[in-house]
């Protein structure tokens, strides 16, 4: 293991000539942001934040972030305004976009690096008034408390964790943050150290110290805020692939770990998805994708209360347009016919009107072994396509989450996966039919 | 209420025509019995049995029962023999024939009406021998208990359980014995406060007087036996019958409950109905009964583990030659995939070897939400003609009772319902698929 981390290591930092151009960039933009806060009292100071203050960032993708504090009276309102502003005049060589976070911020891209202006406020610790405002403590503490060495640890795991597609804390993603890779490493030391106590992880185990209790599979506390769990982010799926993936390098390790991990596909269920389609009025990602991963799982629940079994499911949007509910079905068609238990004989007035109301309404009512009366019931749906699109016309409000209702009622579409798709929307259904590379380590 | 029952319980009693009748047939029988046995001194005496004895007959299909009561030192070997002898020797005018209950009995027919010449042995009360043993002490309690007014209560609950096709202990049957409806009549005094109280009874509520407990829905002691749970030979489903026919009748009195009750067959779902079909060598009809009864639920369990929804199923046999395994499926066709659920991801071991495993030999391996890796396996068998013939090719010793095995190696059918069948068992078979008469009185 030692030998096949030393020789990740040597690839992981940055070389002097990315180094010195992406400082280069970071410097420029510094001083185009720094020169538009002169006119706003509403400021209080710039800084830089995330991996490229921290020096934990790879030379892939490594964006640069500068926070704007404001003032905490400042409204909210104002705060993004004026921060926007910002953002706009000072990058207006740059075409800059707005980004929908808690609070939208602005981005643009310099030769491949982008860069994120994020307002936050000047808050003294633990009075946070926006999520972002604990970025300049983070920032702050881990350029105290990293040293050199964990570093590049910090950029080994990064690696490790990008293979094998749990890097990434946007809820699209729901993986591991830069930020929770730092405090692994600070907790642990190494890389090697990290690997050798998450193979060893209990259920519900806590690395950090608080006094508050959490109920996700692992706890990571934030060490700037002992309320904070930084892992209820992460899902279990995430979590479980990144717990299998240390133990698989323990067992066997290889330089395939830090490498991207394909997924293995099973064509032959492209027939047994149920996908509904539909176009959004386009709003923060965070938002679209929350809504998104609800309506799958309602939709989830109420093919399962129609009698289908749904073996994994998925949500996907393209964040501009389009947006993807999957559902994987052990089959998109099911027996015309399911029992319904009723009361055992002994209860006297729900057995009498459990027969009587079934006499009428079910296709046969008889008495169990277990002495529970049970009927018989005719399912109204068998396909799962006509099911779906039935319930969707009339049961809207029930399966939809609010914030979606006026992007369905202007129209979606119910179909099975081996309809024509583009390359890139197969490429990512066809992960709830794939074998994840992750799992594939233990090949 | 009142007055249906007085208007059955004139239509209950024999009519003297009848019971003179039945007396010469009796009495005739008795002194040809009576006749043989002097040939025996192995023999203590002779006496009638059953409902003739204790005059709570029906004027339909009353059989005279009379006890051979053997010292209780001879051989169960002896009291066969020598019983038998006996039986053939007095009735031989009459065609004899043999029947066996836990021992061999001598049946024949005189005039529509059947004799038993069954043997006992004349123990002490509660020394018990042979299951027969109990016969005329139940006989000599009864004749002292019920009075004549009861004698007709007796009547009128046979009536009631015959019409709604509960009557009868034998195996086959699994319904109300003579027997326990004489105690229930001693119980509550008449039919009327029997109703009355059945349509209030909890579930375990004990009948009569006993230090025991028992694990039945309603347990009814053996007056002349506390040990005894006369109730623990009534099927679950029958037991039910009762007490949901006894509240309709309580709620809404009428003439039909003590008419045969009809079933309604639902003959859209003879498509689902999985039949085994095989031939005998003749046994008792007690044991016979049993065997095919067990394998219907040994292969039930074996339906379920392939996949397949038992909804209800049911043994039949003519005690001759042919008997059936029925089962009425949710579907006869299944999905062709199936999930496994495998250990938590926090398990080391267990989750190694899973994913290994499944990696190889299922169709997709992935992480569940709720922590757990699964496994999407493909089914040997979606149809469940297939499926079972290939489990009884290959799993006989599992499946089927020992006591089957030699008969199930001579041949065996396996088909789906809609295949022709003979009337009388068609009707036997549609059961399952039929809403019983007892429930049809909710209607």
Redesign the interface.
């Given at each position: 293991m030692k030998e096949i981390i030393s020789k990740i290591a040597k690839t992981t930092i940055p070389s002097k000539i990315i180094q010195k151009s992406k400082k280069e960039i970071a410097d420029k933009v510094y001083k185009l942001v720094e020169k538009e806060i002169q006119k706003y009292s509403e400021v209080v100071e710039l800084e830089f934040g995330g991996s490229y203050a921290k020096d934990t960032w790879l030379s892939k993708n490594a964006d640069i972030d500068i926070f704007i504090k404001f003032k905490k009276n400042i409204s909210e309102e104002k705060l993004e305004n004026i921060s926007k502003k910002i953002g706009f005049e000072s990058l207006k060589k740059y075409s800059p976009y707005v980004r929908y976070s808690q609070h939208p911020y602005v981005e643009a891209k310099i030769k491949d690096t982008k860069i994120n202006i994020v307002p936050c406020y000047d808050v003294k610790i633990g009075e946070w008034k926006s999520a972002a405002d604990r970025s300049p403590f983070h920032t702050k503490f881990m350029k105290k408390s990293l040293t050199r060495k964990m570093r590049n640890e910090v950029r080994i795991l990064k690696t490790f964790l990008k293979s094998n597609k749990i890097y990434g804390a946007e809820i699209a993603k729901q993986g591991f943050s830069g930020y929770i890779s730092e405090v692994l490493i600070l907790q642990y030391g190494s890389f090697e150290n990290l690997i050798k106590s998450i193979?060893?992880?209990?259920?519900k185990q806590i690395i950090g110290k608080t006094s508050k209790s959490f109920d996700t599979?692992i706890v990571v506390i934030d060490p700037i805020d002992g309320n904070r769990n930084l892992a209820a982010a992460i899902?279990?799926?995430n979590?479980?692939?990144f717990?299998?993936s240390c133990?698989a390098f323990k067992?066997k390790p290889s330089l395939e770990f830090f490498k991207n991990q394909k997924s293995k596909i099973?064509n032959k269920?492209w027939n047994?998805l149920l996908i509904v389609k539909f176009e959004f009025k386009i709003r923060s990602p965070d938002i679209i994708w929350g809504q998104i991963k609800r309506a799958t799982s309602t939709l989830s629940t109420q093919l399962e209360l129609g009698g289908f079994?749904v073996?994994?499911s998925k949500a996907h949007t393209d964040e501009q347009i389009d947006a993807y509910l999957i559902f994987f079905l052990?089959?998109t068609i099911?027996?015309?016919?399911?029992?319904k238990k009723g009361p055992?004989?002994?209860r006297?007035d729900g057995?009498?009107s459990f027969?009587?109301k079934n006499?009428k309404d079910s296709?046969?009512?008889?008495?169990?072994?277990?002495?529970k009366?049970i009927s018989?019931e005719k399912r109204k749906h068998v396909n799962a396509e006509k099911f779906m699109k039935e319930f969707l016309k009339k049961n809207l409000n029930v399966g939809i989450p609010k914030g979606l209702h006026s992007d369905f009622k202007r129209g979606y579409k119910v179909f099975l996966g081996n309809k024509t798709l583009s390359k890139s929307i197969k490429e990512e259904i066809s992960e709830v039919?794939?074998?994840?590379g992750t799992?594939?380590h233990?090949?």
């Open positions: 193979i060893k992880i209990k259920e599979a899902s279990n799926e979590i479980g692939k717990i299998l133990r067992n099973s269920f047994n079994t073996v994994r052990e089959s099911i027996s015309e016919i399911y029992q055992e004989f002994f006297n057995s009498h027969i009587s006499l296709e046969l009512v008889w008495i169990g072994n277990d002495g009366i018989l039919i794939s074998v994840d799992l594939l233990f090949n």
